[in-house]
Each structure stands twice: as structure tokens, then as C-alpha cells.
């Protein structure tokens, strides 16, 4: 199966009876995501990294009134111009001009009704009384203006839903009038790091190994939209996974290890004791194929990776990184593709994901990629999507973003 195979996801599908499509697992990953039917209004500043649940309108006009572009005058008519006073931001004008009149004006200040134009404070000369242009062209009717409207009108759409939401979109926000915002809350996710082969700290030593994904996951899950807590270490017990399984809260929980079928893989087992119920169950994909995806009771989910770190990232993007976009409320967005430079090698029948990097003509392949190496992904600014027998130079392939 490939990367193109045609999709038939189900609202409730069949448990899996082998190895899910690559590109069919990522989609049953996004549909198993579900954000809550009545998503929280929340201050903006709460609202930073979220996704909008609804579109975001605008509650005024953009500007809300004429105002000055520049610093200078606000003048009616052509000139000269008799001054009489002066406007600053944050005021309003005493009363409109007259023809003829000009008023000082800052920058941002609502011009006064019957003002035609504003005269750039370089622009302009006062002689005694009067105020004289002196710019290389003629002064036009609505210079240097910001018409009220200009941005929007009062009730149009700024943005869709489904939108993140950064820093500008704040900004926009609340030019636009709000102060709450209706956004998709972050999923919670516990990483549970199995194993009793692995070191949080110190140099590797004989039969043990530093933990990199416990470093590695969280940070890439939290820009995934989600909310992570210290990873939490789980010996080879199958009770004691069991009840981590059993007793979690956890929106989605992310175990590291244990996928496959080894004499202490006891995931499995666990989920079949607690009720889960198997969505994907092993993916053609290379690295990572013994992922796993699960429906745990209570509508929560569980995402299974292998223990090797390249083959975690493989399971992350793979199954993870979907159904956290999807529990967000962020779209899938459209593929991203990218000419290979040279040929990149696949596997005779799965999909590959292959640690890349941009060049001017294209991708290429980097080095020390297997499945127990973070080498390669390290300098990685992408994972490609080799589709089974391999990518020959030239042809486009999709682009993952790498951790």
C-alpha cells in the first residue's frame, strides 16, 4: 500500500486486521480527532497559540472614523490655509473646518469634519498666519487619509475558523473590537516513556541507554497545539502500565516502545485489559511500522510509537501529529511538495519517510538515517514521503515538517 492508496475511512471501522496504508493511517488519525461541540470563549491573551473555533468578525468599522496618516495639518480646500489649532490622538475635533482653515494634526488624530486632506508636515510652510504647501505635487483630495472602513466594515470576516492564532491575529483582534476570543482548547497529552533500559541523565553505560525521546516529544507536541507535562518513565511491568493506562486523564496519551511483539511489549495486552478498542494496529510505513493508535474508553486516545527514536518521529508524524492538529481544530492544510535532486531510495512495498534538506534545486537526502538514529532528523528540515520502490530525481514528492 502507498501514499496514494484511496481512502474509505468509516465513522466506526473495523478493527485492524494488518498494516494500515500510510497515508490511509494518518487520515483515520485525523478523524479519531474530534475538538468539544462547545469550545471556550477565552480573554485574548489565554487565546495565543490556540485555533478559532468561529470566524472572527468585525465588531467596528477599521478605521472607526477618518483619521491622519501623517503628521502635519488637516486642511479644507485648496490653500493657502488660515491655522487655528491643534489635534491630537485621542481627542475629537472641536467642530468641522471651513473652507480655507487648517488644523495641526498628529498622526492617528480623527480629522475634523470637512477636512479634504492632510498636508505632510514637510510639506507644508507657515508664512505668518498662513499656511503655504510646498510640496513637488499637488495636494489631492483624501492625501494622506485613512478613510473610515478602509481595513473593514462593522460584521465582516476577518478570518475563518480553524485559523491560528499568533501574535498579529491578536493584534487584529482587538483592532476589531474583542476581547474574548471563541477557540479550540488544547488536547492534554501525557507521554509515558517505557522501558527499564533507559537513563534520564548521564553518559550511557553497559546495557543502558540515555532516553531521547522524553527531551525530543513534548516540545513538538506542545507546537502541535497540545498541553504536555513532564514525561513520566514506566518500567517493563505489565501491571504498572496497565494501571498508567487505566488511571490516565489525558486527552491523548503518547507511550514510547512496547509496539511490537517483544517478550516484555506488553501495550498490547494492556489496551485489550483496560477496553481499548484498535484503531490502527502497524502502518506500511519504514521506520516505525509496529505503530499504534488506539481508542481508549471514555472517547480517549492513545498513540502508540516505537522505542527507536527516528522510527518515534516516523509514528509521530504519522499518527500523533494528525489527531493533536485534528483535537485543536486545525485543518490538515494542503501538501507540501518539493523536486528530489537525486534519487531517494524506498522500500520494495511501505512508504518511507527519509530525513531531507532544501537546496536550491530541490531536496536531498541526509545521512544516518536508521531507525535508532536522531543524526540525520537533527539536520533535517523536512521528512520526505517516499512512496514504496523509491523517488527518482526530479519527481515531486510530499514534505513533512521535522521536529
Known amino acids: 500500500m502507498s501514499a496514494v492508496d484511496d481512502l474509505v475511512v468509516l465513522d466506526q471501522p473495523p478493527a485492524p486486521t494488518g498494516p494500515t496504508g500510510w497515508a490511509a493511517a494518518r487520515e483515520t488519525a485525523r478523524r479519531a480527532g474530534r475538538p468539544a461541540s462547545a469550545p471556550p470563549s ?5 487565546a495565543l497559540g490556540r485555533t478559532l473555533a468561529e470566524p472572527l468578525t468585525a465588531l467596528t468599522d477599521l478605521p472607526a472614523f477618518d483619521t491622519s496618516a501623517m503628521d ?15 489635534l491630537l490622538a485621542g481627542r475629537p475635533a472641536d467642530g468641522p473646518l471651513a473652507d480655507g482653515a487648517a488644523v495641526e494634526i498628529a ?31 499637488a495636494l489631492t483630495t483624501g492625501q494622506d487619509v485613512r478613510p473610515r472602513g478602509q481595513e473593514c466594515r462593522r460584521g465582516e470576516e476577518l478570518l475563518p475558523a480553524g485559523t491560528r492564532v499568533g501574535p498579529a491575529v491578536l493584534g487584529l483582534a482587538a483592532a476589531g473590537g474583542h476581547d474574548r476570543l471563541a477557540v479550540h482548547r488544547r488536547p492534554v497529552v501525557e507521554l509515558l516513556v517505557l522501558g527499564d533500559e533507559l537513563l534520564g541523565s548521564g553518559l550511557p553505560r553497559p546495557g543502558l541507554v540515555r532516553d531521547a525521546l522524553g527531551p525530543l516529544l513534548p516540545p513538538w507536541l506542545r507546537a502541535a497545539g497540545a498541553e504536555t507535562g513532564e514525561p513520566r518513565a514506566v518500567r517493563d511491568d505489565f501491571g504498572l502500565l496497565r494501571d498508567a493506562l487505566r488511571h490516565s486523564t489525558a486527552d491523548v496519551v503518547v507511550t514510547t516502545g512496547g509496539t511490537a511483539a517483544g517478550p516484555v511489549d506488553f501495550l498490547h495486552r494492556a ?44 509514528g509521530a508524524v504519522t499518527l500523533a501529529l494528525p489527531l493533536l492538529h485534528a483535537l485543536a ?39 544516518y ?35
Open 42 to 46: 477565552v480573554p485574548l491573551a489565554e
Open 72 to 86: 502635519g495639518w488637516a486642511v479644507a480646500g485648496p490653500g493657502p490655509w488660515r491655522v487655528a489649532g491643534r
Open 107 to 137: 498622526t492617528g488624530a480623527q480629522l475634523p469634519p470637512g477636512a479634504t486632506a492632510v498636508l505632510r508636515r514637510e510639506h507644508g510652510e507657515p508664512v505668518g498666519p498662513l499656511l503655504r504647501e510646498r510640496a513637488p505635487g
Open 271 to 314: 489496551l485489550a485489559e483496560i477496553g481499548a478498542r484498535l484503531l490502527v494496529d502497524g502502518v506500511a510505513v519504514r521506520p516505525g511500522h509496529p505503530m499504534l493508535l488506539a481508542e481508549l474508553p471514555g472517547g480517549r486516545h492513545l498513540v502508540g510509537l516505537p522505542g527507536n527514536p527516528l522510527a518515534a518521529v516516523a
Open 329 to 367: 481544530g486545525r485543518g490538515p492544510g494542503e501538501p507540501v511538495r518539493a523536486l528530489a535532486v537525486d534519487d531517494l531510495p524506498g522500500h520494495p512495498v511501505d512508504t518511507r519517510l527519509l530525513p531531507v534538506r532544501r537546496t536550491a534545486r530541490g531536496v536531498a537526502q541526509l545521512p
Open 369 to 403: 538515517d536508521g531507525p535508532a538514529m536522531l543524526r540525520g532528523v537533527a539536520l533535517a528540515e523536512a521528512l520526505a514521503v517516499v512512496p514504496p520502490g523509491g523517488a527518482a530525481a526530479g519527481t515531486a514528492v510530499e514534505l513533512l515538517e521535522a521536529p
